[in-house]
């Protein structure tokens, strides 16, 4: 979701790739 601006890029990356796989 939109932790990216949360975490910056630890959360968001995780976040992410969960999406994206």
Do not use: Q
Request: hydrophobic share 50%.
């Amino acid at each position: 979701r939109f932790a990216i601006r949360e975490g910056g890029r630890t959360v968001g990356a995780g976040v992410v790739a969960k999406i994206i796989a």
